[in-house]
């Protein structure tokens, strides 16, 4: 589940993504801006438990603290952790900051740490984020392909002190301190009491960040935190927030406008709108996601590389960002987020241009398509003028006589007929990867364990895993860079999926508010700037 709030939820652009934390430094000295909450509109909220969470990212980013953070020139600074070190980017130590507390007043430990990874990681347990542990080793013990687990705990982790553990991965991993970043919101901690009974904990939860919550959660009522008092790091320029739950970005894009709403976000489709209701008030954020068009690579409709690059290459991106984007969104030239540190842009060649009689020319090439063509999409997200324009556009310009855009009834029919192989065309895919890196996108994507990689219509390769395997293990994060341009040289020359869009969120806010602090495209909540 968590794999399709990140590969095909998009378009509730409430759901998008926070990669942004707050450093470790100065003690919380209780001072905020205003003493009135703003009000945030969100996503509903599904569970407050982080490990097993995928639709609760806002708030959770709030009242927990991440080990790690990135700064705005993609460097990786401290939060609770004080250090990550190591000698063979494999065995790594994680020293936690002295005096860090969860809202209980208990101290965070590092048995705490070792604790909750090892019940998000075992298998039994379900929880949806386990998976952003799989390269720790034993993970596989703990999640067989077949039979039972052999063990219960990982057995890459160990405790060393109080403040101290030690993390062995099944691979050297040069991006690893990245992972430790707030998107990775499996790798929280929680206190001992929780994991004795989590149904109690939830009512009621107990972070590590510098909000805690007053009065517990609900689906659908507004929630509300506060700073908290004793929190160890960076103190937050609010007092207090309400986090506002809704179904759709209609509903809370009219909220804003009446100023009942301090903060929402949009959908790109909305932009053009946004910029007249709005003016100034409208941030559009390059952010970590990316779209593309996936495939049933079984169908063998599908399943000649020529029919996929013929779809990309009738696809005029740019008409379609102006006319149902308003230019707010980046057409695609690789397979990750142009935001994203050594994107190599342009990497998709001539694939990813418009080129309609070159399209149309290597579609007769791969011997044609007969019958009817289908574009999957979830109905009621606002993508309806979006995929009818992919539709128009490849009926045109490659000489099919009928291609439908085709809406599921709902998230859950959609993300189960993508996830079973059970569409018969192209379907809405979209990777927001959780920590800057490319590491994350194209692993997630493109191996076959990945999270998101029945996007890619489960799409593997041993030469790219090889070359995913050697960039991970490169000397430092600068050479893993070239790694990755390589790996997806690699992908494309098999092109299974059609790159559409690098992502930029957007945000509407009333008056209230004077400065949005942003990290990856996602509002950094504890420093929101409130006017006056």
């Known amino acids: 589940m968590h794999s399709k709030a990140r590969l ?79 000698d063979d980017a494999q065995t790594w130590t994680i020293t936690l900051r002295d005096g860090w507390t969860f809202h209980d007043g208990e101290p965070v430990t590092a048995q705490d740490y070792v604790d909750t990874w090892n019940y998000a990681a075992y298998g039994p347990n379900a929880w949806v984020n386990g998976p952003q542990l799989a390269n720790v080793a034993g993970y596989a013990d703990l999640n067989p392909a077949e039979g039972e687990p052999t063990a219960t705990e990982l057995a890459g982790l160990s405790v060393v002190d109080d403040r101290t553990f030690t ?30 009974d989590l149904a109690a904990w939830e009512e009621a939860p107990v972070g590590n960040g510098p909000f805690e919550l007053t009065d517990g959660w609900s689906e659908s009522d507004p929630i509300e935190a506060v700073a908290y008092d004793d929190y160890a790091g960076d103190a937050p320029t609010l007092d207090a927030v309400t986090f506002v739950p809704y179904l759709d970005t209609a509903t809370a894009y009219t909220d804003a406008l009446a100023g009942d709403i301090d903060i929402a976000a949009i959908a790109a489709g909305q932009a053009v709108q946004a910029r007249n209701d709005f003016g100034d008030s409208v941030y559009e954020l390059d952010a970590p996601g990316v779209d593309f068009l996936g495939f049933t690579l079984s169908d063998p409709r599908f399943s000649d590389v020529r029919v996929r690059q013929a779809i990309s290459m009738a696809i005029d991106r740019e008409a379609i960002n102006d006319a149902v984007f308003g230019g707010s969104q980046v057409p695609a030239t690789s397979l990750t987020a142009p935001s994203m540190p050594g994107d190599p842009e342009g990497v998709c060649g001539e694939y990813c241009e418009f080129d309609p009689d070159a399209a149309k020319a290597l579609l007769e090439e791969a011997g044609g398509f007969d019958g009817e063509m289908k ?115 690699r992908i494309l020359q098999d092109f299974p999926t059609v790159p559409m869009f690098g992502n930029r969120y957007l945000y509407v806010t009333s008056d209230r508010i004077a400065e949005l602090h942003t990290n990856a495209g996602a509002i950094d909540v504890p420093k929101i700037a409130v006017a006056g």
């Not at 409430?14 to 450093?23: E, T």
């Not at 639709?55 to 009242?63: A, K």
């Open 8 to 86: 095909v939820a998009v378009g509730s652009a409430v759901a998008a993504l926070a990669l942004a934390g707050c450093s470790a430094g100065q003690a919380n000295d209780g001072g905020g801006d205003s003493a009135d909450p703003i009000r945030y509109a969100v996503e509903q909220p599904d569970s407050m438990i982080p490990g097993n969470q995928f639709s609760s990212y806002v708030i959770l980013e709030t009242i927990f603290a991440p080990l790690t953070q990135v700064d705005e020139d993609g460097e990786v600074s401290f939060v609770a952790a004080e250090s990550v070190e190591s």
């Open 167 to 196: 993390v062995e991965l099944s691979a050297p991993d040069r991006q690893y301190p990245l992972q430790l970043g707030i998107g990775q919101t499996g790798l929280y901690p929680l206190p001992s009491e929780a994991l004795d």
């Open 375 to 489: 574009v999957h999409f979830v109905a009621n997200w606002g993508q309806e003028d979006y995929f009818e324009a992919i539709a128009n556009q490849l009926r045109q310009n490659l000489g099919i006589e009928a291609v439908i855009a085709s809406p599921s009834a709902d998230f859950a029919a959609f993300t189960d007929a993508v996830q079973n192989g059970e569409t018969d065309g192209p379907f809405r895919a979209r990777w927001g990867a959780l920590y800057p890196s490319q590491q994350n996108t194209l692993t997630a994507v493109f191996t076959a364990t990945g999270e998101g990689n029945f996007g890619a219509g489960g799409y593997s390769s041993p030469e790219v895993d090889e070359l995913l395997r050697q960039a991970n293990a490169a000397d430092t994060l600068e050479d893993s860079l070239a790694g990755y341009v390589a790996a997806q040289e």
